[in-house]
């Protein structure tokens, strides 16, 4: 689903995470559905006979609407947060609204891609997150995925600090989403993978995952990444173990579809000749839910050489500083294919976003 957000009054493109109109000044909420921007007043809206009101967590920055038969007051994706910082902990709550951005990005494209999203208050392994904060008085704080619970440190959504990880892991990326994407891949490989036959395939791609993760971790910190990690690696963190490489090409492929999601709703389109990869025009999508993984990187490796000409003619880094060799090219085809087999239908996705069952508030 899609397409350009807009004001509902004035009709001018507006960023996903918009409360108010920055051109008109209307009050505004997003309807994950259909999404669509209803102007809200009062904290709520009228739509074809149904209120819909504004989430409990909007001073927060939520800018999602729940409809009035939901079962609680905070959107789908508020509802996935199952701990968060001491009241008194400023500097982390301040960084709480930018990951809570970056979380909705990533409830909205799961939800778009289809995969069934089960929340931790509705069964136990189900998906949640606790955004905690190492600056916190006396909380250590361990980021990674642990049965269905991806944690995260909101001290490390401060910019100097990430800047520092990055730097000392030897990553060319490292933002809030993409960590987010990171962590959802360890939570979708247990969900997505449930037959044997699948997991055995997994296993020739990815490597087997029952192989000792302590041992693998202290062998990646000593030794580092081996010296041809990229050619069959998308990154040298996936070398470290079968479940970081799942996590990080899962990671890939929602930097893929999703900033292809974007390009065709701005409505982008390269001429034939425009990209050094291909000679016909490349015409994104908004879906690839329905093409092969072929089409999808094609479309890919022309549009992000296009994105990186427009970054360094600002002088910044390459937006995707990533080669796709065959091997991961194989590896991003498994993950097409195990995300697009789980597709839910319009029906059941509107009732998982819109009405889950279960009370998180105990
Ligand atoms: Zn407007
Ligand atoms: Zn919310």
């Given at each position: 689903?899609?397409?350009?957000?807009?004001?509902?009054?004035?009709?001018?493109?507006?960023?996903?995470?918009?409360?108010?109109?920055?051109?008109?000044?209307?009050?505004?909420?997003?309807?994950?559905?259909?999404?669509?921007?209803?102007?809200?007043?009062?904290?709520r809206?009228?739509?074809?006979?149904?209120?819909?009101?504004?989430?409990?967590?909007?001073?927060?920055?939520?800018?999602?609407l729940?409809?009035?038969?939901?079962?609680?007051?905070?959107?789908?994706?508020?509802?996935?947060?199952?701990?968060?910082?001491?009241?008194?902990?400023?500097?982390?709550?301040?960084?709480?609204?930018?990951?809570?951005?970056?979380?909705?990005?990533?409830?909205?494209?799961?939800?778009?891609?289809?995969?069934?999203?089960?929340?931790?208050?509705?069964?136990?392994?189900?998906?949640?997150?606790?955004?905690?904060?190492?600056?916190?008085?006396?909380?250590?704080?361990?980021?990674?995925?642990?049965?269905?619970?991806?944690?995260?440190?909101?001290?490390?959504?401060?910019?100097?600090?990430r800047?520092?990880?990055?730097?000392?892991?030897?990553e060319?990326?490292?933002?809030?989403?993409?960590?987010?994407?990171?962590?959802?891949?360890?939570?979708?490989?247990?969900v997505?993978?449930?037959?044997?036959?699948?997991?055995s395939?997994?296993?020739?791609?990815?490597?087997?995952?029952?192989?000792?993760?302590?041992?693998?971790?202290?062998?990646?910190?000593?030794?580092?990444?081996p010296?041809n990690?990229?050619?069959?690696?998308?990154?040298?963190?996936?070398?470290?173990?079968?479940?970081?490489?799942?996590?990080?090409?899962?990671?890939h492929?929602?930097?893929?579809?999703?900033?292809?999601?974007t390009?065709?709703?701005?409505?982008?389109?390269?001429?034939?000749?425009?990209?050094?990869?291909?000679?016909?025009?490349?015409?994104?999508?908004?879906?690839?839910?329905?093409?092969?993984?072929?089409?999808?990187?094609?479309?890919?490796?022309?549009?992000?050489?296009?994105?990186?000409?427009?970054?360094?003619?600002?002088?910044?880094?390459?937006?995707?500083?990533?080669?796709?060799?065959?091997?991961?090219?194989?590896?991003?085809?498994?993950?097409?294919?195990?995300?697009t087999?789980?597709?839910?239908?319009?029906?059941?996705?509107?009732?998982?976003?819109?009405?889950?069952?279960?009370?998180?508030?105990?």
């Amino acid at each position: 689903m899609s397409t350009t957000p807009r004001c509902p009054s004035c009709r001018r493109f507006v960023y996903l995470d918009t409360l108010v109109c920055p051109a008109c000044g209307t009050e505004m909420g997003l309807q994950v559905i259909e999404r669509v921007f209803e102007a809200v007043h009062a904290g709520r809206t009228v739509v074809d006979g149904v209120t819909w009101f504004t989430c409990s967590e909007r001073d927060w920055g939520c800018n999602w609407l729940v409809r009035e038969d939901a079962p609680a007051g905070r959107c789908s994706s508020c509802r996935l947060t199952r701990r968060r910082p001491d009241a008194d902990d400023t500097i982390a709550l301040e960084k709480l609204a930018t990951v809570e951005e970056a979380k909705r990005r990533l409830v909205l494209q799961i939800g778009d891609l289809g995969p069934p999203i089960e929340g931790w208050y509705q069964k136990p392994g189900g998906l949640g997150f606790d955004l905690l904060s190492s600056r916190s008085d006396g909380e250590k704080v361990t980021i990674g995925h642990a049965n269905g619970i991806i944690t995260t440190d909101l001290a490390e959504s401060l910019d100097d600090v990430r800047e520092a990880v990055r730097v000392k892991l030897g990553e060319p990326y490292r933002t809030v989403l993409g960590h987010l994407r990171h962590e959802a891949g360890h939570y979708f490989q247990n969900v997505l993978i449930t037959d044997d036959a699948t997991w055995s395939r997994c296993r020739e791609l990815f490597g087997d995952e029952r192989e000792s993760y302590r041992d693998a971790l202290n062998r990646h910190y000593e030794f580092g990444a081996p010296q041809n990690w990229s050619d069959a690696f998308i990154s040298e963190y996936a070398t470290m173990h079968p479940w970081e490489d799942f996590a990080e090409t899962f990671a890939h492929y929602l930097h893929i579809v999703g900033t292809l999601q974007t390009a065709a709703a701005i409505g982008i389109h390269l001429e034939a000749g425009a990209s050094t990869l291909r000679d016909t025009d490349v015409e994104p999508r908004e879906d690839y839910g329905d093409q092969s993984v072929g089409r999808t990187l094609s479309d890919w490796a022309a549009l992000s050489q296009a994105f990186n000409r427009v970054n360094r003619s600002m002088g910044l880094a390459d937006l995707y500083p990533f080669t796709i060799t065959p091997p991961v090219q194989r590896k991003l085809a498994f993950i097409h294919e195990i995300i697009t087999r789980a597709r839910l239908t319009t029906a059941e996705q509107v009732e998982l976003a819109l009405a889950p069952q279960g009370d998180e508030r105990n």
